[in-house]
């Protein structure tokens, strides 16, 4: 079993920022792409940015000022988000493709719990 536990989320003024960590654990062999996603109310579930191993992906709403990077050490990954917008209120999830110890070849998606981001004066 593999569980993902986000931490990170809170109120924040415009222009500000706040840090997202997605640590993953349990029966892990190998985690492949990380991402993070958000909803807003009322809208669908989007991807903000992605990581691989061959690189990183962003929407272009957030490209420029969010950054998301990955401590393979510690099978953990981060979402950096600066010059937040209220537009950037949502609730954000982590996801990653993981194989476990007992299934190395399979990749299995997990998500997170979610964590709220507010950005408002």
């Known amino acids: 079993q593999v569980q993902l536990v986000e931490s990170g989320g809170g109120l924040v003024q415009p222009g500000g920022s706040l840090r997202l960590s997605c640590a993953a654990s349990g029966s892990i062999f190998r985690i492949n792409a990380m991402g993070w996603y958000r909803q807003a109310p009322g809208k669908q579930r989007e991807l903000v940015a992605g990581?691989?191993?061959?690189?990183?992906n962003y929407s272009d709403s957030v490209k420029g000022r969010f950054t998301i990077s990955r401590d393979n050490a510690k099978n953990t990954f981060y979402l950096q988000m600066n010059s937040l917008k209220p537009e950037d209120t949502a609730v954000y999830y982590c996801?990653?493709?993981?194989?476990?110890?007992?299934?190395?070849?399979?990749?299995?998606?997990?998500w997170g719990q979610g964590t709220q981001v507010t950005v408002s004066s």
């Open positions: 996801n990653a493709e993981v194989s476990s110890l007992r299934n190395r070849f399979t990749y299995h998606d997990y």
């Open positions: 990581i691989t191993s061959i690189g990183t």
